[in-house]
């Protein structure tokens, strides 16, 4: 029983530390830039996938032209939603080349799952409408290492 105390309460500071970290937003995470055409992009960079995960969660705003790009290992089809995460975006799901292949706006703090129609290995979240103000749509290309790279 000494040993299940101990055991216990380390699980407890774990836990609590853990669900903490998660109950706020993800702002340090490294950046890059893409170029939509002549539009630039500061993106956030998610590659692991705890970063993944967390994304824009809990988010109260996001300047325009800021996003958050998701970056996986290989393409497949990638599906997201917006669970704690209040602000309106807009998910582009992208090609290994920076084509965009599909554009799925997302209502916040919703459980609806918005897929990719192919296998791609990124996805850029954006503010809901910043791509159609730009004239950005399928088939559209974005430029910038993480797609010069392979």
């Not at 836990?15 to 992009?41: F, H, V």
């Not at 290992?73 to 602000?87: D, G």
């Not at 296998?119 to 103000?133: A, D, H, I, S, T």
């Amino acid at each position: 029983m000494k040993l299940f105390a101990p055991t216990v309460m380390v699980l407890a500071l774990v836990t609590g530390i853990s669900a903490q970290a998660q109950s706020t937003p993800q702002m340090d995470l490294p950046r890059t830039q893409i170029t939509a055409g002549m539009y630039l992009i500061n993106a956030q960079v998610a590659a692991t996938p705890q970063q993944r995960s967390t994304g824009l969660m809990f988010r109260q705003q996001m300047p325009q032209g800021e996003g958050m790009l998701f970056v996986f290992e290989q393409p497949s089809q990638q599906c997201f939603w917006m669970k704690n995460t209040p602000l309106p975006l807009t998910a582009a799901f992208v090609a290994d080349d920076g084509s965009i292949v599909n554009l799925v706006d997302m209502k916040p703090l919703s459980t609806e799952s918005h897929c990719s129609s192919k296998p791609v290995r990124y996805v850029l979240e954006m503010n809901q409408g910043w791509f159609g103000k730009k004239g950005l749509k399928a088939g559209s290309k974005l430029a910038g290492p993480p797609f010069s790279a392979r």
